[in-house]
């Protein structure tokens, strides 16, 4: 079995800690055999992660979170950025244009900032038979969610969807990486979009952080992380 985190922040993304390299050396030490970086809004360091993968062993699928008009949208393999705040049917064709494909993340979550697909815009989304063929995961474990109900809520409306249902960390620092993770046949980035294509993927659960460790340790990072950020993303 291979295991994926598909849902991870650098310091690409406004929000993220960790740099591109220490992401690949602790997705390989945690054995991840693939990764995908999805910062907000943001490619680059998605890109960077693509081209240093080989030297750490560990592969990448090149991906972004986009934020919709209507909430957070996981694109996997693409290379480019997909402009913000468009309806979300609208991106996700647009994603689908690129060769990629979409995992709603997080879904229904509120709270902290986060801005999360609704059950109603995702079931609306999937009535569009192109859609459907490009939004083909949802995230029913996210390890380090603020708004607590919410895996519960999501696994609900997963288990009534013909989606594969994801685990990943959405880790914004380098400890936090694959606390969820998506286990999948084969180890390769693409036996996972294959099992992903066909909805035949687990979930590899690692005890959920609570809320305090999770800003705590954020709020940590995010100060020394600073400095690497102004140094590597200027
Ligand atoms: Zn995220």
């Not at 809004?41 to 991906?63: N, T």
């Not at 801005?115 to 859609?131: Q, T």
């Amino acid at each position: 079995m291979g295991l994926a985190d598909l849902h991870i922040h650098t310091i690409y993304s406004y929000d993220g800690t960790a740099s591109v390299p220490a992401v690949l050396i602790r997705a390989k030490q945690i054995g991840l055999d693939v990764i995908a970086i999805t910062d907000h809004d943001e490619i680059a360091g998605s890109l960077k992660a693509l081209e240093l993968a080989p030297q750490y062993g560990v592969e990448v699928i090149p991906a972004i979170e986009i934020t919709t008009a209507e909430g957070d949208l996981l694109a996997l393999n693409i290379t480019q950025k997909v402009a913000r705040d468009l309806p979300l049917i609208e991106t996700i064709l647009k994603v689908g244009e690129l060769g990629g494909f979409c995992i709603a993340p997080h879904p229904i979550a509120g709270g902290f900032g986060m801005k999360s697909l609704s059950a109603y815009s995702i079931l609306r989304a999937l009535r569009n038979i192109e859609v459907a063929q490009i939004l083909i995961g949802i995230e029913t474990y996210n390890a380090t969610t603020i708004d607590k109900m919410s895996n519960r809520y999501a696994q609900i409306l997963g288990s009534r969807l013909n989606l594969a249902q994801t685990a990943s960390s959405d880790a914004h620092v380098v400890e936090a990486i694959g606390l969820g993770a998506t286990e999948f046949e084969g180890h390769t980035a693409q036996d996972l979009i294959n099992a992903l294509q066909e909805g035949n993927v687990g979930q590899h659960k690692k005890k959920e952080w609570n809320s305090v460790r999770i800003l705590g340790s954020w709020a940590a990072n995010y100060v020394g992380s600073t400095f690497i950020r102004l140094a590597n993303v200027a």
